[in-house]
């Protein structure tokens, strides 16, 4: 499973929600006793994760105890500070059920920290978990584990189930002026990525948007609309920072832009820091997916200090709302 970024400043803390609507939590979570989880479907309420003995060996399911787990590994690019995480579900007491929600800042629970459970509730009622200072200990990753038990499992019953989870995270707020450091494998190489699902962003750069009702920042992503009789702009710049002088550099933004007919362009450029744009690159006539930008190893002489400068221009003339032109929305830089 992936590691979900997380963290936040408090007045944005970011926030994680599971619905139990999809399969979301397949991709997000690292679980046992899958076979006992499932979707709700008619006649149960959709949304919800029903928790029951599933059929062994194709034989009809039967009356036998259950045990499953999910668990989920939140990342923070700067140390947490404070997590909340809420859970929604239900314990029946004809199941003889249990519900759990713990966190630790280790992978196999070695160092447990919090813990609360449910049990003898034949209604959903709400679980708790708030971690400060003092548990999480400047860690920049912890683990939420969901434990789910029956002593006496029914194969026909739909009412142990899981409604809703949600994580609040809020991080360390870095110095003013911070850049973003690329961070090195053992092989060497250098890299970074966000997918601008948390508001660590504003910590190494800023965002502008030349009319505000027509661009800027909304969701996860960048944008620009169409705006009658102006061209706009938005335009986002990023510190970055490398540990030794680099000796190949890439970068690539995902975004989309359609000049053939909306007038959107996205132009990615790099520079040494507060300095004039030096390499560049452009979307075309229509384009949907990576933007990459690679530096000529014989150009770059020793830079380890440089922004990377992602401008959303909008050209048509036409007003047309908060309709897109282009959007950008996910960073990755290489090197070595």
Known sequence: ARAIPVGGDPDEPSRYVEDFSGFRSIHDATMTGFLDLKLASRPAEPGRLIVRPHSLDGRSAGHRAVEATMTYHLHSYFPLKRVRAELRASAPRGLAARTEISLTRDELGRNQSLTRQLVNSDDVQSLVLEAGPAELDGTRDVYVRIRVQQGKGHPQSLDHVLDHLQFECVHE??????????????????????????PRWR????????????????????????????????????????????????????????????????????????????WSARTGTRHNGPLKLTVPPDELRGIREFDVTIQLLSSSGVENGDRACATFGGLKIRGR
């Open 173 to 198: 707020a870095p110095e003013a002026g911070s850049a973003i450091k690329l961070a090195a494998d053992g092989y060497g190489l250098l890299s970074y990525e966000d997918d601008f699902s948390t």
């Open 203 to 278: 910590h190494f750069g800023k965002a502008t948007a030349s009319v505000k009702t027509h661009g800027g920042f909304r969701g996860s992503e960048f944008w620009v609309g169409l705006k009658g009789g102006f061209i706009v702009s938005t335009t986002v710049v990023q510190r970055v920072s490398a540990m030794r002088p680099l000796q190949a550099l890439t970068v690539i933004a995902d975004c989309y832009a359609n000049s053939a007919d909306l007038g959107g362009v996205v132009i990615l450029n790099i520079s040494p820091r507060g300095g004039k744009s030096k």
